[in-house]
């Protein structure tokens, strides 16, 4: 909720470049998730990670990467390979990882290619 | 793997009316089944969720029924007002935990307008 920060909230991009969105909670969560959302299509998983060191790919993680070295963070690099990257970005995390944990977003972020 | 398909993709209604909207998912597996509702340019947010325990949960003016046998759950919301005016998201959670189990699968979304 309020203690999910993301960083920048809008960001262009030159085609061919990779570009890193941040993400940052106090909520102590050991679970950390990023999705996409695009018009019309919902949200789709993109990383998840349950504990600081793992993390597992979700439904579209191609041309995507993502490290959690910090319990705290969750950063998301689009890379050049990301064919369609311009969308909405969300930063989720919930207490722990698995089946009914609330998950909380962040604001989000809104990445253009320009 | 789990699909939620959401309905409708937009709603009109008048203020002070009920607005009704209905979510299928396909793993019988699943336990958990959130809603959030996500004004224009902001982050969605929980409104109400229910868990495969109960048929009925309300919070106000919001409920939410379950209905395992045929697999579907509905956000009711009465008295509608102007803000209430968003995009309304249901999800459902695969039951057990580790993997990709606990992952929430979204629907598309519900656009719900609310005429004054």
């Known amino acids: 909720d309020g203690g999910i920060t993301q960083s920048p909230k809008y960001l262009f991009r030159k085609e061919g470049q990779n570009v890193t969105l941040s993400c940052e909670q106090n909520?102590?969560?050991?679970?950390m998730y990023w999705y996409r959302q695009d018009p019309g299509q919902g949200l789709r998983l993109i990383y998840y990670s349950q504990i600081v060191n793992d993390f597992q790919k979700g439904d579209i993680a191609e041309g995507y990467s993502v490290s959690r070295e910090k319990k705290e963070s969750f950063p998301l690099t689009v890379t050049s390979a990301q064919k369609n990257p311009t969308a909405f970005y969300l930063c989720?995390?919930?207490?722990?990882?698995?089946?009914?944990?609330?998950?909380?977003f962040g604001e989000g972020s809104w990445l253009t290619v320009v | 793997g789990e699909n939620v398909e959401q309905h409708p993709s937009t709603l009109s209604v008048q203020e002070g009316d009920s607005a009704v909207i209905k979510c299928t998912y396909s793993?019988?597996?699943?336990?958990?089944f959130p809603w959030y509702k996500q004004e224009l340019g902001k982050r969605p947010q929980l409104i109400i969720d229910?868990?495969?325990?109960?048929g009925e949960k309300k919070d106000q003016r919001i409920a939410v029924t379950l209905n395992k046998t045929a697999k579907h759950f509905s956000l009711h919301i009465t008295e509608t007002q102007p803000e209430d005016s968003a995009v309304y998201f249901c999800a459902a959670s695969m039951g057990g935990n580790g993997g990709s189990q606990g992952n929430l699968i979204f629907g598309k979304g519900t656009k719900l307008s609310v005429k004054p």
């Open positions: 793993d019988s597996a699943s336990n958990y």
């Open positions: 229910i868990r495969s325990n109960v």
């Open positions: 909520l102590n969560h050991d679970a």
């Open positions: 989720a995390s919930s207490i722990r990882g698995g089946a009914g944990n609330t998950i909380y």
